[in-house]
Structure formats: structure tokens, C-alpha cells
């Protein structure tokens, strides 16, 4: 083969294994992305055709109470990165810029498998639980959202956070393209309002009522009659705390409600009782 013929061929080959190696991004947000200058955005990326009227009136995400996404919530790499979710469930709080992703990426898979909608309170964050909860404040205005994490990214060194475009209108950062934000995890408030806790541990504290469940019985006999052991066992003052639930087909006789587990505690200790500390 002539040398020039053979130059040619290797040169063919080698761009055929550069587009072969490519992978295709997991999330609506892999793509790295250009914030918005003089109207230039990534690719085709950039506001709707058609914006709803009164955007700003679009509500926050409320906080719920909902199970984790396995395959969501792995460790994984994307852009050159390496990233491990965190899973627990404890308090996040970091100040960063946030940027937003729109009309390119509506209507595609987030990591969490709902399709992204540009106008609705969502965000992409490299590793908070998906689902999960945050506040989020411009510190150039105050103002704040709360939105729900669906999805991964941005994958870029100098963003914390990529948000939906009602959210990021919302915080009046829509033109500027990104803006130096709080984020902070929230839960859900007692009562299931749309109120949210910074700590879990609040939430777990105020939204349920505690108890002492002083036995479990498959039988309504049984646990009457251990009610009957206890009622003659104390005063009056503690009696008036006792009761029979049944909780899915299991009789329970239970002590309660206490403001909190600490006093449940203290009441056990007190009566010298084998019991267990319940919130349901």
C-alpha cells in the first residue's frame, strides 16, 4: 500500500474508534453547559419558546416523606468526576453558585426516571439523595424557592447546584445566567405542611406523636388482659395513658402520647417496665 493510501486509512480508522467510545449522558444535565452571555447558550439550550404567563406564581416543592431510588443514589462518574451520593440523612448546607437548564433538556429523563419540565420547582445536584428536598436563596436578592432534587449535575467545577428555569426565575437569576446561592436540605414539617425543617431530627421529634408500647399481642384477649395486669399495677395518673391499638392485625398495648422520646424514657425507668419507644 502506497504511503499516502496508508496514512489516510489510519487516519479513517482513528475517528471511527473516537465516535465508537463516546457515551451517551445518564441525565438530562451531563452535558456540560455555557451560562447564558449576551443571549449564548449551550447548544440549542436556552428559555422556552412560549413562557407561561405568571410564572412567578408557580408553588415550591412541598417536602414529602418518599423512598429512595436505588439506582439513582449509586456512586458513578461523569465529565472526568467521580461522585458518591449521599444517602443520609443528615443536615446539608453549602453557598455556591447555581445556573439553570431549559428547553433542550424538557421533556428528557432525569436520573430519577420523571421527565424533566422545565417549569416546575426541580433541580440537578451531584450528590444530594434523589429524591430529597432544598431552600434555595439568591444571596444578591433573598429571595428563596424550595425544590425537589430529580436529577444529576451540573457537572462543572464551579456549580453546586443546576436548576429548573421557574426556579431560577423565581430567584431572579433567569438573564443573569447564575447567581451565588444557599442551599440548604430540608424535611418534611409536622402535619405535612408546606413549612420544611433544616434537621430531620425536628421532624422526626414534632411530626409524630411518642409512645410506650408496653406489649403486641395477635390476640384482642391477650392484650386485654395484659392492660389489666398493668392498670392494676399503676395509679390512676398513668392509667388514663393506656390503651389497646390495633396496628395491622396486631393488638398493642400501648402508654402515651409524651411530648418526646426523652420523657417516654423517664417513664419507663420509672415504672420498671420492659418497653419500647414508638412513634405510631
Known amino acids: 500500500m502506497k504511503p499516502v493510501l496508508r496514512w489516510l486509512w489510519l487516519a479513517f480508522l482513528s475517528l471511527v474508534l473516537v465516535a465508537c467510545s463516546t457515551v451517551k449522558p445518564a441525565s438530562a444535565t451531563s452535558q456540560p453547559k455555557k451560562v447564558a452571555n449576551k443571549g449564548a447558550y449551550f447548544q440549542k439550550d436556552g428559555p422556552a419558546d412560549h413562557i407561561p404567563v405568571n410564572l412567578e406564581l408557580v408553588p415550591d416543592a412541598v417536602p414529602q416523606n418518599e423512598p429512595l431510588i436505588r439506582s439513582a443514589n449509586r456512586p458513578y462518574t461523569a465529565m472526568g468526576m467521580s461522585f458518591r451520593p449521599d444517602t443520609s440523612a443528615k443536615p446539608y448546607e453549602v453557598v455556591g453558585r447555581a445556573s439553570w437548564y431549559g428547553k433542550q433538556f424538557h421533556g428528557r429523563k432525569t436520573t430519577s426516571g420523571e421527565r424533566y419540565d422545565m417549569f416546575a420547582m426541580t433541580a ?157
Open 124 to 280: 440537578a445536584h451531584p450528590t444530594l439523595p434523589i429524591p430529597s428536598y432544598a431552600r434555595v436563596t439568591n444571596l444578591q436578592n433573598g429571595k428563596e424557592v424550595i425544590v425537589k432534587i430529580n436529577d444529576r449535575g451540573p457537572f462543572h467545577p464551579h456549580r453546586v447546584m443546576d436548576m429548573s428555569y421557574a426556579a431560577a426565575y423565581k430567584l431572579g437569576f433567569v438573564k443573569n445566567g447564575s447567581a451565588k446561592v444557599r442551599i440548604e436540605r430540608v424535611w418534611p414539617a409536622a402535619g405535612g405542611e408546606a413549612v420544611a425543617h433544616n434537621d430531620r431530627s425536628a421532624e422526626a421529634d414534632e411530626a409524630k406523636p411518642v409512645y410506650l408500647q408496653l406489649g403486641s399481642f395477635s390476640k384482642l384477649a391477650s392484650a386485654e388482659a395484659r392492660l389489666k395486669e398493668l392498670v392494676a399495677q399503676f395509679d390512676r395518673q398513668k392509667d388514663a395513658k393506656l390503651g389497646i391499638v390495633n396496628q395491622q392485625g396486631n393488638y398493642r398495648v400501648r402508654m402515651g402520647p409524651f411530648d418526646n422520646q426523652a420523657d417516654a424514657q423517664k417513664t419507663a425507668s420509672q415504672l420498671s417496665v420492659t418497653a419500647q419507644v414508638t412513634t405510631s
